[in-house]
């Protein structure tokens, strides 16, 4: 059974950095199927492609972010993490993190499959 | 980037109804869209891949396709346990882009 589970600091202040780390089990950051991704929503509203990160640290990263996010894997310990620097109110949301990809087959399947249970990180002051 | 509409913004039915709920993009995506179920609190739930296959464990009720521009998702027979927001995803092009949503509720 495949199970993201996300941890995060809760409260962030202004300008501050916002770190998120997502813990995977039940399957290997490591496998070469699978991007790790990161959606975000603000309260009350949609959802928001971040980015994603490959096993070997390859990244793609959402453009409206003005290159203030990060994304990185640690292999031994299974896990992917968030990075968001320069923090406001606007970057308060419920952070996801889910796999993206397919074991079995290329192309058009490889969608989302699994959800973590989201994180909320409020930035205030 | 690539625009995602979807229609109707929400829609009010009743168990057993029969629902559709459509996408578009502004570009070609050729199958690539997802359809995810979120509910209140909760985080969103896969239910379509490559536009009209189904994830595992989703329920044999939803069906999805695709029609030229558009991508629907259908529910046959409305259950209480699918009154929801409904998301529509394309991962064709970066930056992957989402649906605003549809609300599903009680009428």
């Known amino acids: 059974q495949v199970q993201l589970q996300e941890s995060g600091p809760g409260l962030v202040k202004p300008s501050g950095t916002l770190s998120v780390t997502c813990a995977v089990s039940?399957?290997?950051?490591?496998?070469?199927?699978?991007?790790w991704t990161w959606v975000r929503q603000p309260p009350g509203r949609g959802l928001q492609w971040l980015g994603e990160?490959?096993?070997?640290?390859?990244?793609t990263y959402n453009p409206s972010l003005d290159g203030r996010v990060s994304l990185s894997v640690d292999m031994p310990k299974n896990l992917f993490t968030l990075r968001l620097i320069s923090v406001s109110a606007a970057d308060t949301a419920v952070y996801y993190c889910?796999?993206?990809?397919?074991?079995?087959?290329?192309?058009?399947?490889?969608?989302?499959?699994?959800w973590g249970q989201g994180a909320l990180v409020t930035v205030s002051s | 980037d690539i625009q995602v509409t979807q229609s109707p913004s929400s829609l009010s039915a009743s168990v057993g109804d029969r629902v559709t709920i459509t996408c578009r993009a502004s570009?070609?995506?050729?199958?690539?869209l997802a359809w995810f179920q979120q509910k209140p609190g909760k985080a969103p739930k896969s239910l379509i891949f490559?536009?009209?296959s189904m994830q595992l464990g989703a329920p044999s009720r939803f069906s999805a396709r695709r029609s030229g521009t558009d991508y629907s998702l259908t529910i046959t027979s409305l259950q209480p346990e699918d009154f929801a927001i409904y998301y529509c995803?394309?991962?064709?092009?970066?930056?992957?882009?989402f649906g605003p949503g549809t609300r599903v509720d009680v009428k």
């Open positions: 990160v490959f096993h070997d640290g390859t990244t």
């Open positions: 889910a796999r993206r990809g397919h074991e079995h087959c290329t192309g058009d399947c490889r969608s989302i499959d699994y």
């Open positions: 039940g399957a290997s950051i490591n496998s070469r199927n699978f991007w």
């Open positions: 570009q070609d995506i050729v199958n690539y």
């Open positions: 995803q394309q991962y064709k092009i970066y930056p992957f882009t």
């Open positions: 490559a536009a009209s």
